[in-house]
């Protein structure tokens, strides 16, 4: 995060924290993309600086409730990779990384058959997007930006859910 604030005091527009196909960063130690997002949005607000820059956040994004987390966790923007290509048919088998040719022949899609495909993911994750906003009384997904007091955190409910359990054990 110190490196974040020393880019976007030397005027940076955008960071794009980019982390793999299971959400986790190029590190010694991996955190999700999510908690590093988390931590950097925070400091950013600390610092009186979040709105000097544009957080793009991409990797391990599969669902269209992921799309939702990272907004909530600070992201401004969110790239999408693997759920584009299965939406062509990809299989993920990796063959293609191997030098082996494709099964489904993705360099052959149809570009308009292929556009049509991606076209419906992303509308069908704008209408989930849409319908969680409205579960929450949002109207604009600007607003859901580092609301992460409207969100259930795995780590946070198996820390007060366990915690809870220890002291009626003792």
């Not at 997002?37 to 979040?50: A, P, Y």
């Not at 820059?53 to 669902?63: E, P, S």
């Not at 795995?154 to 054990?169: C, I, N, P, S, T």
Request: aromatic share 4%; net charge negative.
């Amino acid at each position: 995060s110190e490196h974040v604030l020393r880019l976007t005091r030397d005027g940076a527009e955008a960071i794009h924290l980019l982390a793999d196909e299971y959400g986790l960063e190029n590190a010694e130690k991996p955190i999700f993309v999510k908690e590093r997002l988390k931590e950097i949005h925070l400091k950013l607000v600390d610092w009186g600086m979040r709105d000097q820059i544009t957080l793009i956040a991409g990797g391990g994004i599969a669902m269209a409730e992921h799309v939702a987390k990272l907004i909530i966790c600070g992201a401004d923007l969110l790239s999408i990779d693997i759920p584009l290509l299965v939406a062509m048919e990809c299989r993920v088998c990796r063959r293609c990384k191997e030098g082996i040719s494709c099964p489904v022949e993705l360099d052959s899609v149809d570009p308009a058959w292929g556009a049509g495909r991606i076209k419906n993911l992303l509308a069908s994750w704008h209408n989930q997007l849409i319908e969680i906003l409205g579960a929450m009384g949002i109207r604009e997904v600007r607003r859901l930006r580092g609301e992460m007091g409207r969100a259930m955190f795995y780590h946070d409910l198996e820390r007060d859910v366990f915690a809870v359990l220890g002291k009626k054990g003792q």
